[in-house]
Nanobody, 119 residues
Framework: QVQLVESGGGLVQAGGSLRLSCAAS????????MGWYRQVPGKQRELVAA???????NYADSVKGRFTISRDNAKNTVYLQMNSLKPDDTAVYYC?????????????WGQGTQVTVSS
């Protein structure tokens, strides 16, 4: 099993910054990628940023230039630095871990952390 524990959400004014952390534990071999998704009520969960085991990164167009994803392999932790936050960034943010074992994908999710950006 894989456990993902998120932290760092909260309330911030527009233009402010927050840093999310996600610590992975358990059966965390064969990690293909880790990332952050977000979801608002009534909408599908969407990818915010991801980082592969080879440190390739991918960002949603809406956050490019403002958000930075990084990872600390020694701590099995992934971070999302969010700068220049906008009210549209308000959502529940979920950490994701993808394992690929013999060609089969396994997705794991954190419990979610609320990010609220006030105007």
């Amino acid at each position: 099993q894989v456990q993902l524990v998120e932290s760092g959400g909260g309330l911030v004014q527009a233009g402010g910054s927050l840093r999310l952390s996600c610590a992975a534990s358990g059966s965390i071999s064969s990690i293909n990628a880790m990332g952050w998704y977000r979801q608002v009520p009534g909408k599908q969960r969407e990818l915010v940023a991801a980082i592969t085991s080879g440190d390739r990164t991918n960002y949603a167009d809406s956050v490019k230039g403002r958000f930075t994803i990084s990872r600390d392999n020694a701590k099995n932790t992934v971070y999302l630095q969010m700068n220049s936050l906008k009210p549209d960034d308000t959502a529940v943010y979920y950490c994701n871990l993808l394992r690929v074992i013999f060609g089969t994908k396994y997705n794991y999710w954190g419990q979610g952390t609320q990010v609220t950006v006030s105007s």
